[in-house]
């Protein structure tokens, strides 16, 4: 059996930090927005036992050390059953990026193995399955923008969000999630930061624009600082990193100004380039 799925990149339109677990995770505070950026996630599924993970182009941790890899694991524990099972992974979204290409490839992996091998595993036991995964994971099960609380596991969807329009710059650096909460020095956030935000308009998504994360990235980081600047110079109503980074977005309220800045900016050569917008709740 064989099938392919897509997994969508994401963006963070607001990110903020609340504070410290004791289980060493961050308490977070998030508007989340699946965008048309996609990896494409290739199931190869025999009878037999065993998991190959192949990237081209990509160094991944060898075997069950992969992400994907685990997910098929897991759910193979799950339903009490074994495979041989080959995942291909052909990537667009750029690794350790701040667009959850990692945690998106396992969603799809677990989403997608449950279709193709007819395991008929319910939401539910999918959405525990992914959060031992990841904190991102879950997210990329449900198939929309989302208010995400907690780790990033507790997830309320927002049916509508603006139609605008994205440019993604990536500088061509990787930046480690781990690295930039481990440097975060916590300070106490304001009312505003506990509150849910379901921006109905272009305006209101542009006034929700916020990163706890970017200080630290900025401050090692000049290119990131040198990318957000250039899409303000091209017109940009706003401009944030995604994540951890160094991938930042920049708003546009049509596609045709959105690829008249993505032309401006790709001549820089060494920048990865994308013209992107928000993929519809599932």
């Known amino acids: 059996m064989q099938q392919t799925f897509l997994a969508p990149a994401k963006i963070n339109t607001c990110l903020h930090v609340l504070g410290k677990r004791a289980d060493g995770y961050h308490e977070l505070a998030m508007l989340m927005q699946p965008i048309s950026v996609f990896d494409r996630i290739t199931l190869q599924v025999t009878p037999g036992t065993g998991v190959e993970v192949v990237c081209p182009g990509v160094d991944l941790p060898p075997g069950t050390d992969n992400i994907a890899a685990r997910a098929v694991r897991l759910l193979l524990e799950h339903v009490g059953c074994s495979r041989a099972v080959r995942i291909i992974i052909e990537k667009e979204i750029p690794v350790a ?41 879950p997210f990329f ?81 000049p290119e990131v600082v040198e990318v957000r600047q250039a899409l303000t110079d091209c017109g940009a109503l706003g ?31 060494a920048w990865w380039v994308r013209v992107t917008r928000p993929l519809a709740q599932s």
Request: charged content about 15%.
């Open 239 to 269: 401009v944030l990193m995604s994540g951890s980074g160094p991938t930042v977005f920049g708003v546009f309220a049509t596609e045709a100004a959105a690829h008249a800045a993505a032309g401006q900016l790709a001549v820089r050569g």
């Open 141 to 221: 099960l449900l198939g929309g923008a989302a208010w995400a609380t907690g780790i990033g596991d507790l997830l309320e969807p927002v049916i509508e969000m603006p139609p605008v329009w994205y440019v993604l710059v990536n500088p061509g650096i990787a930046v480690s999630t781990a690295w930039v909460y481990g440097n975060l020095g916590l300070t106490s956030p304001g009312d505003v930061a506990r509150l849910r935000e379901f921006p109905k308009t272009t305006e209101a998504l542009v006034r929700l624009l916020h990163n706890d994360l970017e200080r630290v990235t900025l401050a090692h980081h």
């Open 97 to 137: 990026a701040g667009l959850g290409g990692g945690s998106s490839d396992a969603a799809a992996v677990l989403s997608g193995l449950n279709v193709l091998c007819r395991f008929n595993v319910d939401d539910l036991s999918l959405h525990r399955i992914a959060v031992r995964l990841g904190a991102d994971v």
